[in-house]
């Protein structure tokens, strides 16, 4: 008995035009520009995630090195300071204080200066 996969072709095609909507041009209409724009689209945001943690701890580093040198302190010797000082706050949470709190990064800026 020879078996039929119209089913599977089917729903095959349906899933990869389900990942192409809102694609521009042919890319969405047509199997074969569809399954190479899914498949770089893929690429594109597995790297993407990687390099938007790599982007964004690169922008708080530059936001508590600009906070930290109004009151006297490298970004270096500052982290140092806060490592030394076992303040618990990670880069992340630094940079906002350093922007929304000013006076509670000052604060933690005189601990770290110890």
């Known amino acids: 008995m ?26 969405k209409s047509t199997i074969r520009l569809g399954r190479v724009a899914v498949l770089k689209a893929g690429v594109n945001a597995y790297r993407d995630r990687r390099r938007k943690k790599r982007e964004f701890r690169a922008l708080w580093q530059i936001r508590i090195n600009a906070a930290a040198r109004q009151h006297g302190l490298s970004y270096s010797r500052f982290m140092a300071g806060v490592k030394k000082a076992k303040i618990g706050l990670d880069r992340k949470s630094l940079a906002d204080l350093a922007m929304n709190e000013p006076k509670v990064f000052e604060a933690i800026v005189k601990l770290a200066k110890g």
């Not at 078996?3 to 521009?24: F, M, N, P, Q, W």
Request: net charge positive.
């Open 2 to 27: 020879r078996i039929k996969r119209s089913v599977t072709h089917r729903r095959r095609r349906a899933a990869l035009r389900k990942a192409t909507k809102g694609y521009l041009w042919r890319r």
